[in-house]
Nanobody
Framework: QVQLVESGGGLVQAGGSLRLSCAASGRTFSSYVMGWFRQAPRKEREFVAAIRSSTYYAEPVKGRFTISRDNAKNTVTLQMNSLKPEDTAVYYC????????????????WGQGTQVTVSS
């Protein structure tokens, strides 16, 4: 079992930055695929970024968001720059101990989510 706890959400103006962090339990963190997803009101949950040894990004966030991990600290971070109002959503950290990509069904472990609100 893996437990995930997100932090770092908040309210920011368009063009600003936020840094989300996800702390994970478990002794095999380095072998997990870690992902970030988001869900805006009345929309489906969507993929944002993922990392194992390589990184993967959804098109809307490429060049603005950066995912990274610290295996010594069991944390994964999402640095979000040049934020836009359409980035407003609840952001979820997810983990998978098997091959996983942009499909949320591939991630059995989820955090509780953290709200990100970008004002125009």
């Amino acid at each position: 079992q893996v437990q995930l706890v997100e932090s770092g959400g908040g309210l920011v103006q368009a063009g600003g930055s936020l840094r989300l962090s996800c702390a994970a339990s478990g002794r095999t963190f380095s072998s997990y695929v870690m992902g970030w997803f988001r869900q805006a009101p009345r929309k489906e949950r969507e993929f944002v970024a993922a990392i194992r040894s390589s990184t993967y990004y959804a098109e809307p966030v490429k060049g603005r968001f950066t995912i990274s991990r610290d295996n010594a600290k069991n944390t994964v971070t999402l640095q979000m720059n040049s934020l836009k109002p359409e980035d407003t959503a609840v952001y979820y950290c997810a983990a998978s101990d098997r091959l996983a990509g942009s499909d949320s069904k591939g991630y059995p472990y989820w955090g509780q989510g953290t709200q990100v609100t970008v004002s125009s």
